[in-house]
């Protein structure tokens, strides 16, 4: 892939954002001089470096095609995804490499993502059925309509750079934030998920809607177009409906979870 | 060895882009609600007395008024623009005839009858007036 002929003509130099727990004592800036290829991901830029100049080089990457989600960090002070990120003739010929925003640097550009995953699992990620079914009952059946309300919601691949772009989770890391919002609105829309009192009990706190100024910019990087700040928004007006509907005497337990 | 490192957030994070804009958005509802106490104060005056009412038309026609109303103008179409620019993220997702609703078209809707409300309210206006 890397001909002699560009490496001998076209030069780029990375800024790397290091962070060596057992030697530093906060993180420091690197650079890197490496060939440049038209049409290069910066992931391409990372592992050129790691093979050939500085194995101790550390970062999260899998698939190099969008779907995985592990490759997201800051590029030139933007949340993205490093696979993604292609360079091109008559781009500024450096680039600086930062580890996402808000999430602790466990080491070099690899974050903690332990709090995002135990997020994950505190919201009921998986339907919850009215009454269980067994297999001899058939499937449960959604019209294409029932399933447009929720669908844009399941595209997400937490890669997590919804948070870094949302300064509310920067100034408040309890905040459950865009991308759980956005699994969590993906099973509430979902017609045949009947959980949403359970996951309603999130929503209504200080940690939950509560926390977002609708920024918006989350929507903004996210690369799967999956409108996180829609999930956590139309939530705040779902959390105040619960609040004023409690005051109206109840007919029976709801079947929508209001 | 693991000591994972949190980097401090710029404190001045709202001051600058890409959030710049979100600011801007927040800040000129301030100008908008003052707008609002303005003709809140002309319906008082006008409760009041004639002499009131008057004052009230007189500190509308100043110099400083104008400008202040030009700051106005210039905050309400900002204003206008990225509150239905935000708005299909504030709603339930749109579902008409089983398709999904673009956000852009929910924006271009938004904009287009406040656009049509401004005008019905300024050819109403200058009716008034002459």
Same mark, same amino acid.
């Given at each position: 892939?890397?001909?002699?002929?560009?490496? *001998?003509?076209?030069?780029?130099?990375?800024?790397?954002?290091?962070?060596?727990?057992? @030697?530093?004592?906060?993180?420091?800036?690197? +650079?890197?001089?490496?060939?440049?290829?038209?049409?290069?991901?910066?992931?391409?830029?990372?592992?050129?470096?790691?093979?050939?100049?500085?194995?101790?080089?550390?970062?999260?990457?899998?698939?190099?095609?969008?779907?995985?989600?592990?490759?997201?960090?800051?590029?030139?002070?933007?949340?993205?995804?490093?696979?993604?990120?292609?360079?091109?003739?008559?781009?500024?010929?450096?680039?600086?490499?930062?580890?996402?925003?808000?999430?602790?640097?466990?080491?070099?550009?690899?974050?903690?993502?332990?709090?995002?995953?135990?997020?994950?699992? +505190?919201?009921?990620?998986?339907?919850?059925?009215?009454?269980?079914?067994?297999?001899?009952?058939?499937?449960?059946?959604?019209?294409?309509?029932?399933? *447009?309300?929720? @669908?844009?919601?399941?595209?997400?691949?937490?890669?997590?750079?919804?948070?870094?772009?949302?300064?509310?989770?920067?100034?408040?890391?309890?905040?459950?934030?865009?991308?759980?919002? *956005?699994?969590?609105?993906?099973?509430?829309?979902?017609?045949?998920?009947?959980?949403?009192?359970?996951?309603?009990?999130?929503?209504?706190?200080?940690?939950?809607?509560? +926390?977002?100024?609708?920024?918006?910019?989350?929507?903004?990087?996210?690369?799967?177009?999956?409108?996180?700040?829609?999930?956590?928004?139309?939530?705040?007006?779902?959390?105040?409906?619960?609040?004023?509907?409690?005051?109206?005497?109840?007919?029976?337990? +709801?079947?929508?979870?209001? | 060895?693991?000591?994972?490192? !949190?980097?401090?957030?710029?404190?001045?994070?709202?001051?600058?882009?890409?959030?710049?804009?979100?600011?801007?958005?927040?800040?000129?509802?301030?100008?908008?609600?003052?707008?609002?106490?303005?003709?809140?104060?002309?319906?008082?005056?006008?409760?009041?007395?004639?002499?009131?009412?008057?004052?009230?038309?007189?500190?509308?026609?100043?110099?400083?008024?104008?400008? !202040?109303?030009?700051?106005?103008?210039?905050?309400? !179409?900002?204003?206008?623009?990225?509150?239905?620019?935000?708005?299909?993220?504030?709603?339930?997702?749109?579902?008409?005839?089983?398709?999904?609703?673009?956000?852009?078209?929910?924006?271009?809707?938004?904009?287009?009858?406040?656009?049509?409300?401004?005008?019905?309210?300024?050819?109403?206006?200058?009716?008034?007036?002459?």
């Amino acid at each position: 892939m890397m001909d002699a002929k560009s490496i *001998a003509e076209e030069r780029l130099i990375v800024e790397v954002l290091r962070y060596r727990p057992e @030697e530093d004592a906060a993180p420091v800036m690197e +650079s890197y001089e490496i060939p440049y290829i038209d049409g290069m991901s910066v992931l391409q830029a990372l592992q050129y470096i790691k093979d050939y100049i500085d194995g101790t080089l550390s970062f999260r990457w899998s698939c190099r095609m969008a779907i995985c989600g592990s490759c997201g960090m800051m590029i030139d002070g933007k949340p993205q995804l490093a696979c993604q990120t292609i360079l091109r003739a008559g781009d500024v010929r450096s680039l600086r490499v930062e580890p996402l925003k808000h999430f602790p640097i466990e080491r070099d550009l690899v974050v903690t993502m332990s709090d995002f995953v135990s997020k994950v699992e +505190s919201i009921y990620p998986f339907i919850i059925p009215r009454s269980p079914r067994t297999p001899a009952e058939g499937e449960y059946l959604q019209t294409p309509a029932e399933m *447009a309300r929720f @669908e844009n919601f399941s595209d997400c691949i937490n890669c997590m750079l919804c948070y870094a772009a949302c300064p509310q989770f920067g100034e408040n890391p309890n905040f459950l934030g865009p991308g759980v919002f *956005a699994l969590l609105q993906r099973y509430n829309g979902d017609s045949r998920d009947a959980g949403q009192n359970k996951r309603m009990e999130l929503v209504h706190t200080e940690n939950g809607a509560w +926390s977002c100024t609708a920024v918006g910019h989350c929507s903004d990087v996210c690369p799967k177009h999956v409108d996180p700040a829609n999930a956590v928004n139309q939530n705040k007006t779902n959390s105040a409906l619960d609040f004023f509907l409690r005051f109206l005497p109840r007919r029976g337990q +709801s079947e929508r979870g209001v | 060895m693991r000591r994972p490192y !949190l980097r401090p957030i710029d404190s001045l994070w709202w001051a600058k882009p890409p959030y710049l804009a979100y600011t801007l958005r927040e800040a000129t509802g301030i100008a908008i609600g003052a707008y609002a106490l303005v003709l809140l104060a002309g319906v008082i005056c006008l409760a009041v007395s004639e002499n009131a009412y008057d004052a009230w038309l007189r500190f509308l026609a100043s110099r400083w008024s104008l400008a !202040l109303h030009a700051i106005f103008l210039v905050a309400m !179409l900002f204003h206008v623009w990225t509150w239905f620019a935000i708005m299909p993220k504030t709603m339930p997702r749109l579902v008409i005839g089983g398709r999904y609703v673009e956000p852009r078209l929910i924006t271009a809707t938004g904009v287009a009858i406040a656009a049509l409300a401004s005008l019905v309210l300024l050819v109403i206006a200058l009716r008034i007036l002459q």
